[in-house]
């Protein structure tokens, strides 16, 4: 059987979380989190198939609802130490019983509630089979980084003050958006698959990881609506 067109767009979402319960049903912009990050694979012109990885009853109807297939985790890697790459690889096992699979992989994160199908398109385009295996979405990053020691970390202290556009280019990982080449990401089991390509994206929205950053995106997609 032939190769699926288009990547395939994996979005872990663990029904259990500690710092906000029932996380990935929460809600931005009046749509669960786990749903925002389907439509946004579905808006990629890159992504042919979109698949939900979960433990969570709740989630995996939802995922349903907007036409995405779902995989159900193992509760053995559906605990709060349980890496995304384990339930990255468990669904591409699962699926692969079910027939081949696509050349290249997406990973979105159900906390990065802004992505959008372009971006996912430009961190895919990124990947090529010569000279990058697996690419990831960062964001200029202009402060100045200390170790809690007070040594610097991206300038020296001891130094005259630089101006800000005077220090070494620096990027943050956003976090949201990685894609692999898929038989390479088998083999190695990190996102992260030398040789590996950061994508510089702009005008990126938060992450969430507390109350206080779910609320701030809620205020930024009301803010979007108006």
Known sequence: MAVPRGALALIPARGGSKGIPGKNLQEVGGVPLVCRSIHAAQASNSVGRVVVSTDDDAIA?????????????PEAISGDTASSESALL?????????GPLEAELVFLQ??????????IDAVLAALNPEHCNSSFA??????????ADGRGINHDPELPRQRRQEL???FLETGAIYAMDLAAFRRCGSR???PS???VLEQVGPEI???DDLALCRNIAGQKAE
Not at 90 to 98: P, R, S, T
Not at 138 to 147: I, N
């Open 197 to 199: 390509s950061p994508v």
């Open 110 to 119: 159900c906390t990065s509630p802004f992505t959008n199908g372009d971006q």
């Open 168 to 170: 070494e280019p620096a």
């Open 61 to 73: 109807a939802a995922a349903e609802g907007e036409g995405a297939g779902v995989i159900r985790r």
């Open 138 to 147: 960062v964001t200029p990053w202009h402060g100045f980084l200390w170790r």
């Open 209 to 211: 990881d507390t109350p």
């Open 192 to 194: 992260f698959c030398p």
């Open 90 to 98: 468990h669904a591409l096992d699962v699926l692969e019983e079910q």
